[in-house]
């Protein structure tokens, strides 16, 4: 699954109108790196070089930065502009037929042309590859792609769908060479040819390096002459040193909550000239309710843990403040944005309304319940999570509540198998926009296997917002789907993350790469 400055937030309308149509930032980026060569540390597998199976953020964090797409997010905005493309815009009369016309001169990083052709071959590919792991999802409102000319590609959608041009400004719209890439399975040598800022040299199990992209034509300025990826494989302790010793410039998704809360406790002097850099993020983290189970199914259970649920202290306790309490589904910094939960089961534990709630449908006795986990893949700190909340149940008498963690790929197969009543998810969004916070969950052949059937939802709000191409104008039927979603409580939304980058003195520009938009811009760092 996937996760992208709150006051600098737009709707996606205003950049469709300003940024789509007119072609803004259309000079050619830097053909070369200015600056010294950085080092950065990850503790994120990225699990593939190739786009049509990618859907991870390690995997983005690489398609962002090496493949161009028609679109981009540039820094600070939820707002899609121009890369590839020169322009493009929806025909008019709707947002089904969407048309985008290319920068002269685009090549790949191996010297080869890239044309139209390149484009629809790209999307067809991961369509036909459909592979398990990778953002076919994400296109399944794409139809038919005309060429008309080696410039202009046009998009024929099934359905209306205004958010296609933030779904193509992900890692979804990477653009291939179709010389170099199979048609119809996956590229696996660990190569990638792309048109973007950057062209990979190397990529292996300990590191993955760099070098700026002579041929690359498009919006970004490099800052620095190239970067290399340290891999740590989920090995916090070896990053953290391998940033106090001086062996990265910067570590980004990887060091703990307590080692960045310690961090910013702390001077500048004895940290050793290390600095903490926040910024905005529109990760978010949920529990899930599997609505055939025999306990959580019931809604007067899933209304208790609502009132007794205290995401301040879990916040505060679990993740030293690295991030904020979620009362709704779409989090803020995005539009539509509302505190539905809050509203409806407050923001503090209410242990009163809880037991009021549970003997009115006839539950005396302590609710038996198991809240189940997974140690890494939505963070370190999600088993404590878990810990802490069945301890604000139980503290309540109502509850007699444990958890249990299994690794992932089992802990995945039991949730599709309706083996779990309560369960954690994580998601990282693949475009700011509401979308991408409801229809995943909601929708036809949802994430979350919990088996919620909403037909306001799923008929009418999901089906009407894509088409609304004002992305503003769907703020009123977004507020409703929340509301919906709090009176059912199919999940309830615990916190939404911030984004942290700690860089070593002297390494500047990591503001300019945590925004919601979740694109990691390697341009936009350099180091003195």
């Given at each position: 699954?996937?996760?992208?400055?709150?006051?600098?937030?737009?709707?996606?309308?205003?950049?469709?109108?300003?940024?789509?149509?007119?072609?803004?930032?259309?000079?050619?980026?830097?053909?070369?790196?200015?600056?010294?060569?950085?080092?950065?540390?990850?503790?994120?597998?990225?699990?593939?070089t190739d786009p049509a199976s990618g859907y991870d953020p390690?995997?983005?964090?690489?398609?962002?930065?090496?493949?161009?797409?028609?679109?981009?997010?540039?820094?600070?905005?939820?707002?899609?502009?121009?890369?590839?493309?020169?322009?493009?815009?929806?025909?008019?009369?709707?947002?089904?037929?969407?048309?985008?016309?290319?920068?002269?001169?685009?090549?790949?990083?191996?010297g080869h042309a890239l044309t139209s052709e390149d484009v629809?071959?790209?999307?067809?590919?991961?369509?036909?590859?459909?592979?398990?792991?990778?953002?076919?999802?994400?296109?399944?409102?794409?139809?038919?792609?005309?060429?008309?000319?080696?410039?202009?590609?046009?998009?024929?959608?099934?359905?209306?769908?205004?958010?296609?041009?933030?779904?193509?400004?992900?890692?979804?719209?990477?653009?291939?060479?179709?010389?170099?890439?199979?048609?119809?399975?996956?590229?696996?040598?660990?190569?990638?040819?792309?048109?973007?800022?950057?062209?990979?040299?190397?990529?292996?199990?300990?590191?993955?390096?760099?070098?700026?992209?002579?041929?690359?034509?498009?919006?970004?300025?490099?800052?620095?002459?190239?970067?290399?990826?340290?891999?740590?494989?989920?090995?916090?302790?070896?990053?953290?040193?391998?940033?106090?010793?001086?062996?990265?410039?910067?570590?980004?998704?990887?060091?703990?909550?307590?080692?960045?809360?310690?961090?910013?406790?702390?001077?500048?002097?004895?940290?050793?000239?290390?600095?903490?850099?926040?910024?905005?993020?529109?990760?978010?983290?949920?529990?899930?309710?599997?609505?055939?189970?025999?306990?959580?199914?019931?809604?007067?259970?899933?209304?208790?843990?609502?009132?007794?649920?205290?995401?301040?202290?879990?916040?505060?306790?679990?993740?030293?403040?690295?991030?904020?309490?979620?009362?709704?589904?779409?989090?803020?910094?995005?539009?539509?944005?509302?505190?539905?939960?809050?509203?409806?089961?407050?923001?503090?534990?209410?242990?009163?309304?809880?037991?009021?709630?549970?003997?009115?449908?006839?539950?005396?006795?302590?609710?038996?319940?198991?809240?189940?986990?997974?140690?890494?893949?939505?963070?370190?700190?999600?088993?404590?999570?878990?810990?802490?909340?069945?301890?604000?149940?139980?503290?309540?008498?109502?509850?007699?509540?444990?958890?249990?963690?299994?690794?992932?790929?089992?802990?995945?197969?039991?949730?599709?198998?309706?083996?779990?009543?309560?369960?954690?998810?994580?998601?990282?969004?693949?475009?700011?926009?509401?979308?991408?916070?409801?229809?995943?969950?909601?929708?036809?052949?949802?994430?979350?296997?919990?088996?919620?059937?909403?037909?306001?939802?799923?008929?009418?709000?999901?089906?009407?917002?894509?088409?609304?191409?004002?992305?503003?104008?769907?703020?009123?039927?977004?507020?409703?789907?929340?509301?919906?979603?709090?009176?059912?409580?199919?999940?309830?939304?615990?916190?939404?993350?911030?984004?942290?980058?700690?860089?070593?003195?002297?390494?500047?520009?990591?503001?300019?790469?945590?925004?919601?938009?979740?694109?990691?811009?390697?341009?936009?760092?350099?180091?003195?």
């Amino acid at each position: 699954m996937k996760i992208r400055n709150r006051w600098l937030t737009a709707p996606l309308a205003a950049g469709l109108a300003a940024g789509l149509l007119s072609g803004c930032g259309s000079e050619d980026g830097s053909s070369s790196g200015s600056g010294a060569s950085v080092v950065m540390g990850m503790s994120d597998d990225i699990l593939a070089t190739d786009p049509a199976s990618g859907y991870d953020p390690g995997s983005w964090l690489l398609f962002n930065n090496v493949f161009q797409s028609l679109l981009s997010f540039p820094k600070g905005s939820t707002a899609p502009q121009p890369e590839a493309a020169e322009r493009c815009s929806f025909d008019k009369g709707g947002s089904q037929v969407f048309r985008c016309t290319l920068r002269s001169g685009l090549k790949f990083s191996n010297g080869h042309a890239l044309t139209s052709e390149d484009v629809k071959f790209s999307f067809q590919r991961v369509l036909k590859i459909n592979d398990a792991n990778g953002p076919a999802p994400l296109l399944s409102t794409l139809g038919k792609i005309d060429t008309p000319n080696e410039q202009t590609v046009v998009f024929h959608l099934k359905v209306p769908d205004a958010t296609f041009p933030s779904k193509i400004a992900s890692g979804a719209g990477s653009i291939v060479d179709h010389e170099t890439y199979p048609a119809d399975k996956l590229r696996t040598d660990g190569k990638a040819v792309g048109s973007g800022v950057y062209k990979l040299d190397a990529f292996g199990e300990k590191q993955a390096s760099f070098s700026v992209n002579s041929s690359y034509k498009g919006n970004a300025k490099v800052k620095n002459s190239g970067m290399t990826m340290k891999l740590f494989h989920g090995r916090q302790k070896d990053l953290a040193d391998a940033l106090k010793n001086g062996d990265v410039d910067l570590a980004y998704r990887g060091l703990t909550a307590k080692d960045i809360a310690d961090l910013q406790a702390t001077s500048v002097v004895d940290k050793k000239g290390v600095k903490v850099v926040e910024g905005t993020s529109a990760e978010v983290q949920h529990l899930v309710f599997n609505m055939n189970d025999a306990v959580a199914g019931k809604p007067a259970v899933r209304k208790a843990i609502a009132y007794l649920v205290d995401r301040e202290a879990l916040v505060r306790d679990v993740y030293k403040s690295t991030a904020t309490p979620l009362y709704s589904i779409v989090p803020s910094g995005i539009t539509a944005h509302s505190t539905s939960l809050f509203d409806m089961y407050g923001g503090s534990p209410q242990p009163a309304k809880a037991k009021q709630v549970l003997h009115k449908a006839g539950i005396t006795g302590k609710v038996k319940l198991t809240l189940w986990s997974t140690p890494i893949r939505y963070g370190p700190g999600t088993d404590d999570e878990m810990r802490a909340i069945a301890k604000q149940l139980n503290a309540s008498g109502l509850f007699d509540a444990e958890v249990q963690s299994v690794e992932f790929k089992q802990y995945e197969k039991d949730i599709a198998a309706g083996k779990y009543g309560v369960y954690v998810k994580g998601w990282i969004p693949d475009y700011p926009d509401p979308d991408n916070f409801t229809s995943p969950f909601f929708g036809k052949d949802n994430v979350l296997s919990n088996h919620y059937v909403n037909k306001p939802i799923t008929d009418e709000i999901i089906p009407s917002t894509a088409a609304t191409e004002d992305r503003s104008a769907t703020e009123a039927d977004f507020a409703r789907l929340q509301d919906l979603v709090a009176a059912d409580l199919p999940v309830l939304p615990l916190w939404q993350g911030k984004q942290y980058a700690v860089a070593r003195e002297g390494v500047v520009g990591l503001e300019w790469t945590l925004d919601p938009s979740t694109v990691f811009r390697f341009w936009e760092i350099s180091k003195n």
